[in-house]
């Protein structure tokens, strides 16, 4: 059955995935980017069945404009892909409360003014599914990445509990948490603090030990297209994942982090028990 998508971020990288395939099976696209040039080939091959749309997710008044047209454009919401979303890299030392702020201001503000603007409109149908879009640093977490994994935890536990709230409306929730991907998340979308060179040690380090491990799960690549199929299966099921890996990472890399945590809580057992008193 044809479904109708709200995608944040389609410009490129995922979102121009998901919104190409979504497309290319006979779906119907609502596309915001901050540019909708980027948008054009994808106008030129399907017309009507996209509707992009200029949108920088920080405006919470536009949001709720974006969201409110796209319903009454297509009249309905379907699937929510909250995608937009950029990466910060620096040291906890390095990073400006600043720079911080707007981390927070798109990956995690930005969703909830989509989701607040989205839900609503789902209710009413009795249906939807929201989508967001986290990362394998929304569950463990790297140096010089801090203030990045900061606003994807932050993410997921908001997603955690929105999935239990609204379970009883109707409305589906996923996370879906990729690996490294050859997107430009890493390259001019990103922000990167000023290095200080109290680091300059550590960083060498660890690029020294990255060279040394090539087959390591961090350096398996995923193809963006790959992803934009994948995500049709999310968004297909009956009873869909409230988390969902993307790409071989997550897969060998968030187990053994989870089972050393496990371990660790269980050796300060103890401790946690003559804590309760």
């Known amino acids: ?50 509707l992009p749309l200029q949108l920088d997710v920080t405006d ?3 949001v709720f404009s974006a969201v409110q047209t796209a319903a009454a454009h297509f009249g309905q919401l379907d699937v929510i892909v909250n995608n937009a979303g950029y990466g910060l890299f620096g040291m906890i030392e390095e990073i400006t409360p600043e720079q911080l702020r707007e981390q927070m201001e798109v990956n995690l503000l930005g969703v909830l003014h989509v989701v607040q603007a989205a839900l609503p409109i789902l209710r009413a149908q009795g249906s939807g ?25 932050a993410l997921e536990g908001l997603t955690e509990s929105l999935a239990q709230e609204v379970a009883g409306q109707g409305i589906k929730v996923t996370l879906i948490e990729p690996g490294g991907f050859t997107t430009d998340w890493a390259g001019s979308s990103a922000v990167r603090a000023d290095a200080m060179p109290e680091y300059d040690a550590f960083r060498q380090a660890s690029a ?10 961090m350096r398996k690549q995923g193809d963006p297209a790959a992803a934009g199929r994948a995500i049709l299966k999310i968004v297909d099921a009956q009873d869909p994942p409230l988390r969902a890996f993307f790409g071989v990472a997550p897969t060998m890399v968030v187990p053994a982090m989870y089972a050393k945590r496990l371990a660790t809580w269980e050796e300060w057992k103890p401790v946690a028990l003559e804590a309760n008193g």
Not at 36 to 49: C, V
Not at 208 to 217: K, V
């Open 129 to 153: 599914h929201i989508i967001q879009i986290s990362t394998i640093g929304g569950v463990v977490a790297f140096p010089n990445l801090g203030g990045y994994h900061a606003s994807k935890w």
């Open 60 to 62: 919470r008044d536009g």
């Open 1 to 50: 059955m044809t479904k109708t998508w709200f995608i944040t971020g389609a410009g490129r990288g995922f979102g121009l995935e998901f919104a190409t395939n979504a497309l290319e099976r006979g779906d119907r696209v609502a596309a915001t980017a901050r540019n909708t040039s980027a948008l054009e080939p994808l106008l030129a091959a399907y017309g009507d069945a996209l």
């Open 208 to 217: 020294e030990a990255a060279a040394a491990a090539p087959d390591s799960p």
